[in-house]
């Protein structure tokens, strides 16, 4: 078995494990044949490297996170040594080539590591699962040699970015948008104004979708790379969030920003294909933090549920709660199976779209349902702000919300389905 | 300055964090399926090495393990961790039973000759068994000069300065190289390993070798007769005053 992997493995030169465990491939790699020779291992199953990045990332977030999630959702503000220390682990460009300073690893690696962060905090969660999946990829995937030799090193040591596609009036309708990219010899000016965009208070480089030719419809859409500094760029104040507060969510106006012709992002009129493409990956990331959160609510319920006892025994031993208990649980395994075979199946070059949107779709409605019921099994200090609960209550809601709501998945997979038959 | 090369030891125990339950037939605690880690005391040693070594005092940081298979997890933690290459003494499950600090002492002993290291650091003992016994053991083995309970470390040229805590407070002490030190708690605190060096620990080499390799003869001379969990703890009584407190000391026979 093993020596057959190594036969079909060894022209693409890759470093050939155990036979149970899952060979790495870089995400843009459509040299898939090698995957489908694999033994059929759990799809729980984790790799070596994902286990020690699991591990590193578990007590990082205890030792590091933990003790500030209660202040930085109270102050609406992520404590600078947080996002300082997911720079350092290395944890803001796991997708990153080594030659830029990331971590050259896979997109499966991005999921396990959005989700060991969420089980603490679902707000610094989303911010390492943006930079990765959707700044990192916009470059990696779709930009130029010079771009990428720009901005991947400074994505890897401290930049963040910020993707601007919604506005005011377009939100599931993305590409009604109305931001305008008008051409003036080499450069254009852009006008128009974002909102809801996520780290605007401390992106330090903005994706603007800007229409350059409105009467093209959404072929007119064209992403273009805008640094923090650029005049006429001004970030709104922050909206004042019923859940993932640490991060900062603001509207973005941008007045006669002149930017020059190199700034588009990869090819003029493409915006709208980055965008879905980038999107699509994004919700496997959104699944996995709405998962992690899901999974760190019901650890920190359940040792409470057993130690608490009411009419001589411990709630956990009532079959009432127990049957309730067991439900739950394994809604948040289907979730995790849903999630992690999306990422395998990017890693694998196969097609992922409707997987991906189940993902998203069925661990958001996980994470809310969990969120509630352990609401309820934890009682009256479940509904205290002294207990850790109900920041997860009201984190999880915007999981069927950003990056795609519930009813634009279920269209999508509808979609996907229409096509199979 | 010549090469400096220092042996690192790490030991898989089961994690702090676990409850730990004591096996059916007694006679040790349950193992199969249980969170393990590397020994925290270990972690430290390791890092004082990484450490040395990235101020370009040492050349190269070795890691030894003895153990199951599963040891090698252990090495590949300590290599993203910064150290340049491990070795893998594998002990099969029958004499890991019985293998205990002496063991560990003769293999590390016969290691550091035959690495030809100049500083051996481990953790001041294991939080399995709390023997803190391997460290003194190896020194005594290779006749080096040791520092124990270290919490501060020194290196210049051939000259160690260790800060020792001891119960009357801190010694300080100058050991000539080669020498062997046990890392106390406040010696350092472990980096967590980055992601990249995650990446980059795979393609460090591990060597596998057997204690018979090395020349070592396991067999020990203890035997463990039984293992039980400590009684439960009773509930206690509140008093209101000291006269209370007293009276009910003298009234339980206990003073």
Redesign the interface.
């Known amino acids: 078995m093993a020596a057959a992997l190594w036969r079909s493995c060894a022209k693409l030169k890759r470093?050939i494990p155990a036979s149970w465990k899952t060979p790495h491939s870089v995400f843009k790699s459509s040299r898939s044949e090698a995957m489908t020779n694999l033994m059929h291992a759990p799809l729980g199953m984790l790799t070596?490297?994902e286990?020690?990045?699991k591990?590193?990332v578990k007590?990082?977030a205890q030792d590091r996170i933990a003790p500030l999630v209660k202040t930085m959702d109270a102050n609406a503000k992520m404590d600078e040594s947080v996002l300082q220390g997911l720079f350092?682990?290395?944890?803001m460009s796991?997708e990153v080539g080594?030659e830029y300073?990331?971590?050259?690893?896979s997109v499966f690696?991005v999921i396990v590591?959005v989700e060991e962060l969420a089980k603490v905090d679902p707000a610094v969660a989303l911010l390492c699962e943006l930079q990765n999946t959707i700044t990192n990829r916009m470059f990696i995937v779709y930009g130029t040699e010079e771009q990428k030799r720009t901005y991947l090193p400074r994505v890897a040591k401290d930049l963040t970015g910020s993707f601007c596609l919604s506005e005011a009036g377009s939100g599931s309708d993305a590409f009604s948008l109305k931001t305008r990219a008008d051409k003036k010899g080499d450069y254009y000016i852009i006008n128009g104004s974002k909102m809801w965009i996520s780290f605007a208070e401390q992106a330090g480089v903005f994706f603007v979708m800007a229409n350059v030719n409105p009467s093209l419809g959404y072929k007119g859409i064209t992403c273009f790379i805008v640094d923090r500094d650029t005049e006429g760029l001004h970030v709104g104040k922050k909206e004042d969030k019923l859940g993932i507060r640490a991060t900062s969510t603001c509207p973005v106006t941008f007045e006669n920003v002149k930017v020059p012709e190199t700034s588009i992002l990869g090819q003029l009129g493409q915006g709208y294909k980055y965008a879905i493409g980038i999107l699509n990956v994004g919700r496997i990331g959104i699944a996995a933090q709405m998962l992690g959160l899901a999974q760190g609510c019901f650890d920190h319920t359940i040792p409470y549920v057993k130690e608490r006892v009411q009419f001589g025994k411990s709630i956990f031993d009532f079959q009432g709660m127990q049957h309730q208990i067991a439900q739950v649980a394994t809604q948040l395994e289907a979730a995790r199976l849903l999630t992690y075979n999306a990422a395998r199946l990017v890693e694998a070059g196969k097609p992922f779209i409707k997987e991906a949107s189940m993902a998203k779709y069925y661990s958001s409605e996980v994470a809310a349902l969990t969120a509630s019921k352990c609401i309820e099994w934890m009682g009256g200090v479940g509904f205290t702000k002294d207990y850790p609960i109900e920041k997860y209550y009201r984190d999880c809601k915007i999981g069927a919300i950003y990056e795609g709501t519930s009813n634009i998945q279920l269209s999508t997979i509808a979609k996907c389905i229409a096509q199979e038959y | 300055m010549a090469a400096l090369r220092a042996l690192v030891g790490v030991k898989r125990v089961i994690d702090y964090a676990v409850k730990v339950r004591v096996r059916p037939d007694g006679g040790g605690v349950v193992t199969d399926g249980v969170k393990h880690s590397m020994n925290p005391f270990c972690e430290i040693a390791l890092e004082e090495a990484v450490r040395l070594r990235e101020r370009n005092l040492l050349q190269e940081v070795v890691v030894v393990s003895c153990g199951p298979p599963q040891c090698q997890e252990t090495i590949r933690t300590a290599l993203a961790m910064g150290a340049d290459r491990g070795v893998h003494v594998e002990i099969p499950a029958p004499e890991y039973e019985h293998f205990g600090p002496l063991q560990v002492a003769k293999i590390l002993a016969a290691l550091a000759k035959r690495e030809g290291v100049s500083l051996v650091l481990l953790g001041k003992q294991a939080i399995d068994d709390d023997c803190n016994q391997t460290g003194q053991m190896t020194a005594a083995l290779l006749d080096w000069p040791q520092g124990t309970f270290a919490s501060a470390l020194a290196l210049a040229g051939d000259q160690l300065t260790v800060e020792r805590e001891i119960d009357g407070g801190l010694e300080n002490i100058r050991l000539r190289l080669p020498a062997l030190v046990t890392a106390d708690l406040r010696l350092n605190e472990p980096r967590y390993a980055t992601l990249p060096n995650i990446m980059k620990a795979k393609k460090k080499k591990i060597e596998v070798l057997k204690a018979s390799d090395l020349g070592v003869d396991l067999s020990s001379r203890l035997g463990v007769q039984r293992v039980e969990e400590p009684p439960q703890r009773q509930a206690g009584l509140k008093v209101e005053t000291v006269e209370d407190l007293v009276g009910k000391l003298k009234e339980g026979g206990l003073v």
């Open positions: 470093n070596e490297e286990m020690m990045m591990e590193m007590k990082f350092e682990q290395g944890l796991i080594p300073g990331g971590t050259g690893s690696s590591v």
